[in-house]
């Protein structure tokens, strides 16, 4: 079927550690996002990319670093830099202004 | 500048009744779309409608229903007919039609409780 996928459901990420998330999309879209969801908050768009090989900071991209080497793929490293990681993670892609379909998201905790 | 702005943070009502859930924007793109999420308790985000800012008319999609009105800025979602699986958390969103900011950017959501 077609679709977003993100894994995993639920991280638990240590102090100072790095983590990825990661996203595919085999819906052939050209555009990928990855936002941030605190509890009872709407999403913030960290990170996005219109196309392979380019990607934007979006309005919270401090302390996360992405990549987009295949169209299918936009994996989101959550740094050491980032002070509170602790967050819903929401991946989309879309067609060029068309609806965006989303993962399912993970869930990550800082223990 | 808050590109989306949604006021109600919260909304009741009654199963079977229609409720507007608001929505302001601010672009000075002329080309720019905007769009309406659910998100259940779950936390997937389920696309509900769509509205170009060079539609002639209001989009609609079953019970729902947007109310466009481009002078105001403003996106009003209709849910015509509330059901108690409606009760959900609800997001505006806007792409504005420059090439290089085609980001798609949410407001802060509004959360629907639908009452028997």
């Known amino acids: 079927d077609g679709g977003i996928t993100q894994s995993p459901k639920y991280l638990f990420r240590k102090e100072g550690q790095n983590v990825t998330l990661s996203c595919e999309q085999n819906?052939?879209?050209?555009?990928m996002y990855w936002y941030r969801q605190d509890p009872g908050q709407g999403l913030r768009l960290i990170y996005y990319?219109?196309?392979?090989?380019?990607?934007q900071k979006g309005d919270i991209a401090e302390g996360y670093s992405v990549s987009r080497e295949k169209k299918e793929s936009f994996p989101l490293t959550v740094t050491s830099a980032q002070k509170n990681p602790t967050a819903f993670y929401l991946c989309?892609?879309?067609?060029?202004?068309?609806?965006?379909?989303f993962g399912q998201g993970t869930r990550l905790t800082v223990v | 500048a808050q590109k989306i702005t949604q006021t109600q943070p919260g909304m009741f009502v009654q199963e079977k009744e229609a409720v507007t859930l608001d929505c302001t924007y601010d672009?000075?793109?002329?080309?720019?779309?905007l769009f309406w999420y659910k998100q259940p308790s779950s936390g997937e985000m389920i696309f509900l409608i769509y509205?170009?800012?060079?539609?002639?008319q209001n989009a609609t999609e079953g019970r729902y229903s947007l109310n466009f009105q481009k002078a105001r800025k403003s996106a009003n979602l209709v849910i015509s007919a509330s059901q108690l699986g409606d009760s959900a958390m609800y997001f505006c969103?806007?792409?504005?039609?420059?090439?290089?900011?085609?980001?798609?950017?949410f407001g802060t959501g509004t959360l629907l409780a639908v009452q028997p």
């Open positions: 509205q170009g800012s060079y539609d002639q």
């Open positions: 969103a806007m792409r504005e039609g420059q090439i290089r900011a085609n980001k798609l950017i």
């Open positions: 672009t000075s793109d002329p080309s720019y779309g």
């Open positions: 989309a892609s879309s067609l060029r202004n068309a609806e965006a379909f």
């Open positions: 990319s219109q196309i392979v090989n380019d990607f």
């Open positions: 819906l052939n879209h050209d555009a």
